[in-house]
């Protein structure tokens, strides 16, 4: 099985006539994902073709649905114009959406994540600034590599984009059920605690890697969860234990001041709750792969 993604999720991309939209619904379709059209209201009533693919362009993300059955929309739109691209795809109460737009004001995130939580919570919102999520071999709605992993048992949620990668590649020979990137933003739509939920409650789900780094508590969050939910093996690995005090790291959300945020905490939190840690992705891998041997 899969979370969130499978062979039967019909997808939109809402900047689909864009440069990064065009290449990367190429790469969904190549790596089999259903993509049943885009919106661009400009562009409404026309065709892009797209791998052989005639993919018709819709006014708003009600009109897509409603004329493809969507139910996920992987977001590929400027950052000034993000917020209103979210908002319109939770007024259309569409199950899923995934936001690969990174530089989103924190402002702006902060809103339309309120937004769908009044309207109900029923649009679940990956990202924003993350690489999205992939079924291997059922579907791929984002912009992480199909051809790098083969499917498996082991979930995968990370904040970094590279890492999932890096991660997904170490484990190919075992394989991944759903890839989950969550980003690395301050506000995120899902979180490490939503997807080790999701994975907990899979059958298919054997074991979970969880990819950290340092800045805020959303690891020591997890690990408090994983103590009291979870009963699936999990290993983790935390990025930045080389960062220096202060220091702003690549992601919005890596800012360490003191001790707090730090990877050595991350790493004593969870290992506090049973969970393996690496110090490095390969490290990390090999541990799963100790793990995964006695599951």
């Known amino acids: ?76 739109v400027p950052p000034a114009f993000a917020k209103s691209a979210v908002i319109e795809a939770i007024d259309a109460e569409i199950p899923l959406v995934v936001v690969i737009t990174e530089g989103i004001p924190v402002k702006d995130s902060a809103e339309f994540w309120a937004y769908a939580k009044q309207k109900g919570g029923a649009t679940r919102i990956i990202g924003p600034n993350c690489p999205g999520i992939i079924s291997p071999g059922k579907s791929n709605a984002g912009i992480i590599p199909a051809t790098i992993t083969e499917a498996g048992p082991i979930g995968l949620v990370s904040k970094s984009g590279t890492l999932t990668y890096q991660m997904m590649f170490e484990l190919r020979d075992i394989g991944i059920s759903t890839a989950v990137g969550i980003g690395g933003d301050p506000i995120i739509g899902t979180t490490h605690i939503d997807a080790l939920a999701a994975f907990e409650a899979d059958p298919e789900t054997k074991a979970i890697v969880m990819i950290g780094e340092i800045g805020g508590d959303a690891e020591e969050r997890a690990a408090d969860f994983i103590k009291a939910n979870v009963t699936k093996p999990v290993v983790a690995y935390v990025a930045g234990f080389t960062a220096p005090e202060g220091k702003t790291m690549g992601h919005a959300g890596a800012i360490v001041s003191g001790s707090s945020g730090t990877a050595q905490a991350k790493k004593e939190a969870l290992e506090a709750a049973g969970v393996k840690v690496g110090k490095t992705p390969s490290e990390t891998a090999a541990l799963m792969r100790e793990v995964f041997a006695s599951v």
Do not use: W, Y
């Open 1 to 76: 099985m899969s979370i969130l993604l499978d062979e039967n999720s019909k997808i939109i991309v809402q900047g689909l006539t864009g440069s990064e939209g065009t290449k990367h619904a190429g790469r969904m379709l190549q790596s089999g994902s259903q993509i049943v059209g885009g919106v661009n209201p400009r562009k409404a009533g026309t065709q892009v073709e797209i791998e052989g693919r005639s993919l018709p362009i819709f006014g708003s993300v009600t009109e897509a649905i409603n004329g493809t059955g969507a139910n996920v929309s992987v977001v590929f």
